[in-house]
């Protein structure tokens, strides 16, 4: 939940677009049409809705649902904040709790459907979008390299890497869906590139930009530069001091493909990542 002191007179909408970092115009009249935003505890929905200097406002995407926090609804697409420990969809061994699953029964209830456009790994948390009919599924899915103009991860890997890095290679599967990069050019080519935001003697927090979406393609990468996600012990991670993998989708620019508008969406990093690279 996001709190916010006014500290001058203005109207709801502006000042929101100009105070609240990380969120696009479209974001905030989706918190608006959405039921996110109270000010001194009352609900407020009008855009205009005059504020008075120190005015309470709290921005809470999850009132909907305790299960399920949404960054912006409109009527073709919902995106939302997975939480880690979860799986995107349905597997062999868990059918029902999914993040689908619960966009589904938030859908149900205003008699709309789900459809699944992307997913992020059962440790990894941040944003996914999921669309609200076929056509709308089908245009992502189709055009998803070209619409997705950023997609921006943090991560916090072992050790401490280079302030910089391009990282390159063909990445192949085996059958058991573990990722490698081949020493031949027979995989899919895969481009990488971080950056060091802050470390410690033990370890490195990132900002990664990805131009291609391979599988695991993060994870392999950063086990080969040997700085393996923390946790990801799949990938060779010797730690696991927060109970999961730290790899959070923090960032994603894409395309409107109905539309043509650049769509911005943001979620906050985990504490918990900022945290354990804090210097002692």
Known sequence: MTKLIVKESNTLYSYLRDNLQGKSKNN??????????????????????????????EINPQHKSNNLEIIYEDKDIIVVNKPPKLLTISSKTEKENTLYRRVSAYLKEKKEKVFIIHRLDFDTSGIIIFAKNQKVQKLYQDNWHTLAKIREYISVVEGITDKKGHIE??????????????????????????????????????KIHISTGRRNQIRCHMKDIGHPIIGDIKYGAKTNPIGRFALHANYLEIVNPLTKIVMKFNSPVPQEFLDIVKHS
Not at 28 to 52: E, F, G, Q, R
Not at 177 to 203: C, W
Request: charged share 30%.
């Open 28 to 57: 905030i009249k989706s918190l608006l049409k959405n039921k996110c935003i109270y000010v001194n505890n009352t609900l407020i929905t009008k855009y205009d809705y005059p504020l008075k200097e120190n005015d309470y406002i």
């Open 169 to 206: 290679s063909y990445l192949k599967e085996t059958k058991t869906l573990y990722v490698y990069s081949s020493k031949k050019k027979d995989g899919h080519f895969s481009v990488t590139d971080y950056e060091r935001i802050d470390y410690n003697n033990n370890y490195s927090l990132l």
